[in-house]
């Protein structure tokens, strides 16, 4: 029996997305968080904490997209269609974001406010968009002949609005979590006390969601609501529940990284929800990733040097975090 390379290159993009959510997810979460901490030393140490690896942590979603045009070409042309605009300005704060993190360091005292201040906004657009796009490829994408026909502002909807604030949120927590696990003292302490709201609004949120996209979509709430499949998928919400309850007790005492690891158990289980309410869709609500799929010959050739790379990339984004493990603390400097 041949190998069902549709199915193996969507595991490879679904974890590649993955992984950058997780690691560029904090990443954005201290971008946004940076405006709540007014001391400039405590403001220094939260950047810090992601100076030595926050650029190899978009190496994810260059991979994604690569991926995405490689193997399934369809999707590739039919998302950058739809959400052309939500994902150039995107990029646009993403690049923005960067070069504000180099200059921030390098900048006279006079102009070290203007960029915090794209920092943050750089922060929170990119999530933003993010965030949209997510919402609307859930909604779905109007195609005939193998080409979106719908308008340039269908994602200007309510439900992709609320999922770019959404993720705005979630983005909080992990940065806010992450900085519970590598800082101390008064900057540790604020971070604790903002993860419990965080947390409660997540979960606010996550409930939300559940609701609006079977209510929205029949097919999403068969998927859910039919039996045996009520009976497999009920484990989900009830990992949920248990998930935020483990977390807001970690945030109890002195919390080291019980925070970090809970919160992404929670964005997992999110994750994994939006996966049972999709799958096999490629491109909702009506083309499975077997309809979108590259040639076999195509995604073969692609598949060779997917695989090839993937485990270097591991490799050194787990040594990158390993060799600067530990606490940060004020003085230890990026330059």
Known sequence: MGVDLALLWAVIILFGVMMYVVMDGFDLGIGILLPLIPDKQDRD????????????????????????????????????????????????????RGVAFEFRFKASEGHRAFWDKAF????????????????????GFTVANGAYVGGSWEWLAPFPLFCGLALIVAYALLGCTWLILKTEGEL??????????????????????????????????????????????????????????????????????????????????????????LWPMALPPSITIWQASAPPQAQGFALVGTLFIVPFILMYTAWSYYVFRGKVRAGDGYH
């Open 120 to 139: 943050v906004g750089g922060s929170v657009v990119a999530t933003f968009c993010q965030g949209v796009t997510l919402g609307a490829y859930l909604n």
């Open 188 to 277: 540790q302490r604020r971070m604790v006390a903002l993860a419990r709201p965080l947390t409660l609004g997540l979960i606010a949120i996550i409930g939300i969601v559940s609701l609006w996209t079977p209510l929205a979509h029949p097919a999403i709430a068969a998927r859910w609501f039919a039996w045996p499949n009520l009976l497999w998928f009920a484990p989900v919400p009830l990992l949920v529940v248990w998930c935020a309850w483990l977390l807001l007790r970690s945030l109890r005492g002195q919390p080291h990284g019980a925070p970090f690891l809970l919160t992404l158990g929670l964005v997992f289980l999110g994750y994994s929800g939006l996966g049972i309410s």
């Open 45 to 96: 140490v939260m950047v810090n904490t992601v100076a030595p690896v926050w650029d190899g942590n978009e190496t994810w979603l260059v991979l994604g997209g690569a991926a995405l045009m490689a193997a399934f070409p369809l999707v590739y042309a039919v998302v950058l269609s739809a959400l052309y605009i939500p994902l150039v300005f995107m990029l646009l704060a993403l690049v923005f």
